[in-house]
């Protein structure tokens, strides 16, 4: 038996060395990367492994891990400074809603001081007596027998606005139709609200100068009155939400 080497032997033995070649290879070129932190060891933060490989690097391994302590104190840092801010911003602008708040209620009150009154009688005063007739063909005599007269204006760009709380305000107080009386000011045609008055009100239209407009000495429209039962007025306002509850029906 030969004891030299086959042929097939030295082929294995070629591969073998150009395997372990190519493995020399990598590591080196591994390692050079390494010591090219922090360039590429930033991009090795998000992989665990890279640490334990920069461990094994002699003389890099320390490198690596106060670059990535730097970086993580940074990042902590940043963070500890936005939130901050967000607490300031936060903590401003519950500020700013609560002077805001301040301010609507100051404005509010200065309005209604300086609203100039919508009839020219007061509280406490007796409108004089008056007739209307109804879209329906009634004949209402007032005021003595009425819990609430409202004015409207057919030209009258906030009047719409102001019959759902008119009729809400009535019907939340339980006000019977032959209770109210609802004048609708105007010469042209009726408005689009008038169905819906009609079904809460004695509705009449008349003139601006009506005899009911005259009797309570209407300075605006709309016009919501308040009255107790000898007609005497009790509280008149812009709006049916401000209106008082009625002393009795």
């Not at 991009?43 to 670059?67: I, K």
């Not at 007796?126 to 007032?142: E, K, N, Y």
Request: hydrophobic share 45%; net charge negative; proline share 7%.
């Amino acid at each position: 038996m030969s004891s030299g080497l086959q042929p097939e032997d030295l082929w294995v033995l070629h591969n073998i060395c150009g395997l372990l070649l190519v493995r020399q290879l990598q590591v080196d070129r591994y390692r050079c990367k390494l010591q090219c932190l922090p360039g590429y060891g930033m991009d090795l933060l998000t992989r665990m492994p890279a640490v334990a490989a920069a461990r094994r690097v002699p003389g890099h391994g320390a490198c690596f891990l106060s670059e990535f302590g730097e970086v993580m104190l940074f990042l902590i840092a940043a963070v500890a400074v936005v939130g901050c801010l967000c607490l300031l911003d936060l903590l401003l602008t519950f500020g700013v809603i609560r002077r805001l708040r301040e301010h609507t209620t100051m404005l509010t009150r200065v309005s209604v001081m300086t609203r100039p009154p919508v009839i020219r009688l007061s509280a406490g005063e007796l409108p004089g007596a008056f007739s209307a007739v109804t879209t329906s063909g009634d004949v209402v005599h007032g005021p003595v027998g009425l819990a609430v007269v409202a004015f409207f204006s057919s030209s009258c760009s906030v009047c719409p606005e102001q019959v759902p709380p008119f009729v809400e305000y009535l019907s939340r107080h339980r006000i019977g139709l032959d209770s109210v009386l609802a004048v609708i000011a105007g010469d042209g045609e009726a408005p689009p609200y008038l169905a819906a008055l009609r079904e809460v009100a004695q509705v009449c239209v008349e003139s601006y100068d009506g005899e009911t407009a005259k009797a309570f000495s209407v300075a605006g429209f709309p016009t919501f009155c308040v009255l107790d039962p000898d007609g005497t007025i009790v509280a008149s306002e812009w709006e049916p939400s401000a209106l008082p509850e009625p002393a009795s029906l």
